[in-house]
């Protein structure tokens, strides 16, 4: 598989690089943010490597360039990967008529409804062949991987944390939709893409799947804001996971933090970076998940 070379950026003790290639799950171009440490660039060091999902309407570039977490991801010395949200101009109808449908809009589901099932596999996109890309082509440790997301991309890390057990040292996320099979956020976009039968959505719906969740204890950090618009108006849904995760998910280490005065932007993203990243690299480099 080809990556060509989009742009090529110093920033802090790494560079940031921009790439595209031709993805034969997405059946079209996709392109990705990296940012590699120095260690990774010389290849002195296999770096742990950090994916981020980004949410509704957002692509590769939102998080690099209003998250403010480069500073603290070559401190540390960890990669980062940035995946666009959804495939793009793909020729399906409609795909570009509605903001939360289509187009930024993939909720990370391997699609099995027409027109969407050609192309939307956004699942199997992050979880197979994304890695394996980033695995053969850079200096990276993919046995040292975890996974975060804001909003839609909350819901996308926490899902495909949940059903690969073992595979993401940690997971964390910024006002994740949560219970999508239950949310406005969810049931709209699980019925175009997965169809009607809500027994497949579960696969889907991170506070089903904590339920039964019985891999490897599972570190997962949650921050939310109480100004959050879709958090009052209840496209969110946060607490139905916070009380699935204490009620029945004993394999869950769940942190999860109301955040007084924060909204749903990448402002309140910005405030907590970092305590994201700390929490990640903890795990990266070799703390046992306990309880």
Known sequence: MTLELVSKNRCFKGEIHKYTHCSALIKGKMAFNIFLPDVALSKSKK?????????????????VTKAGALPYLSDEEIALVTPDTSPRDTGIDGEEDDWELGTGASFYVDATQEPWKSSYNMYSYVQKELQQLVSESFFVDDSRVSIFGHSMGGHGALVLSMRN?????????????????LSNWGRKQFMAYLGKDEKEWSKYDATELVKGYNGPILPVLIDQGDADQFYSTKQLLTSHFVVAAETHGCRVNLQSNMRPGYDHSYWFIQTFIKDHISFHAKYLKGEQATF
């Open 47 to 63: 770096v742990p490597v950090l994916y981020f999902l980004s949410g509704l309407t957002c692509n590769e570039d939102n998080m």
């Open 165 to 181: 057990p073992g595979h993401y040292k940690s997971v964390s996320a910024f006002a994740p939709i949560c219970h999508p099979s």
